[in-house]
């Protein structure tokens, strides 16, 4: 049986940290999470993910620092994430090595499509069990 893809999810938001661990589980994605950039770091070295989505704005080490890690380490698909509208977060996401960048709020679905799409191969989902 293949193994379900790995993702490391990080926001400090912790209701929509719960959405994206519900939504990437429902898409066939094992999913690790983490409420800060610290702890994303520890997550990321523990869980060796296939993917990562990053809130930029993270207490201590925000969502750029964590990228600079993994691309020190990893050329998984990273995807960043903010609720700033600052045009020069989106520019320097990309220069700094992200996969791609989305402001909140976003459709979960489409962050979930965007992450799917990023994977080289592609992502089983769980089949919907019906309840009689």
């Given at each position: 049986m293949k193994k379900c893809p790995t993702i490391l999810v990080a926001d400090d938001e912790e209701q929509l940290l719960k959405v994206l661990k519900v939504s990437f589980g429902l898409e066939g994605f094992e999913v690790v999470t983490a409420n800060d950039g610290l702890a994303a770091l520890r997550a990321f070295e523990g869980?060796?993910?296939?993917?990562?989505?990053?809130?930029?704005?993270?207490?201590?080490v925000d969502g750029f620092g964590v990228l600079q890690f993994i691309r020190e380490r990893s050329n998984i698909p990273?995807?960043?994430?903010?609720?700033?509208?600052?045009?020069?977060?989106?520019?320097?996401?990309?220069?700094?090595?992200?996969?791609?960048?989305?402001?909140?709020?976003?459709?979960?679905?489409?962050?979930?499509?965007?992450?799917?799409?990023?994977?080289s191969a592609p992502v089983p989902r769980r089949r919907q069990r019906s309840v009689n």
């Open positions: 869980s060796q993910p296939d993917a990562a989505v990053l809130d930029i704005g993270m207490p201590g990273v995807i960043l994430v903010t609720a700033s509208d600052e045009p020069s977060y989106q520019r320097r996401a990309l220069a700094a090595g992200a996969d791609g960048y989305m402001t909140k709020p976003f459709d979960w679905a489409e962050l979930v499509d965007r992450v799917r799409s990023k994977l």
